[in-house]
């Protein structure tokens, strides 16, 4: 009995002392404020500080953003224009960057465009090349 009245105590003194030290320090509580999205970077005012198990809302810009990305592998081809059907090409798509095999094989005349389901490579070629394009919508911040 004199172990767990021992035990009990301890605790006590314990809580009783991290009490003190709250209004004596300044310690902070546990925020009860909901987790901010992503926005312009802040050091923010609240002196309260946040539980390690908080969770953030999506962020629906940036998820929709990284959904707009498409990645177009076109494989070898010698003439122009080539044309790959891809069903989530969007006529809104613009290059955000690319890979050649055969660097020289484009002239550099060559432009991309798109429409819903494909996109069009237009201009010369003098060879024959492999081409990785990525596409992205405009104004997306990936």
Do not use: C
Request: no cysteine.
């Amino acid at each position: 009995m004199r172990e767990s009245i021992e035990s009990v105590l301890t605790e006590k003194l314990r809580v009783l002392s991290y009490m003190a030290a709250q209004e004596d320090f300044g310690v902070p509580e546990p925020s009860i404020s909901q987790p901010q999205a992503d926005g312009t970077a802040a050091p923010g005012t609240e002196t309260a500080y946040a539980r390690g198990n908080h969770v953030h809302p999506r962020d629906s810009v940036k998820a929709d953003a990284e959904q707009e990305i498409v990645t177009v592998n076109i494989g070898s081809f010698s003439s122009l224009p080539k044309t790959v059907s891809n069903a989530t090409i969007k006529a809104e798509h613009t290059v955000l960057a690319y890979t050649l095999g055969t660097p020289e094989a484009m002239a550099d005349d060559w432009t991309v465009t798109t429409s819903a389901g494909s996109l069009t490579i237009t201009g010369s070629i003098s060879g024959s090349t492999t081409m990785k394009i990525i596409l992205g919508l405009v104004g997306s911040s990936v």
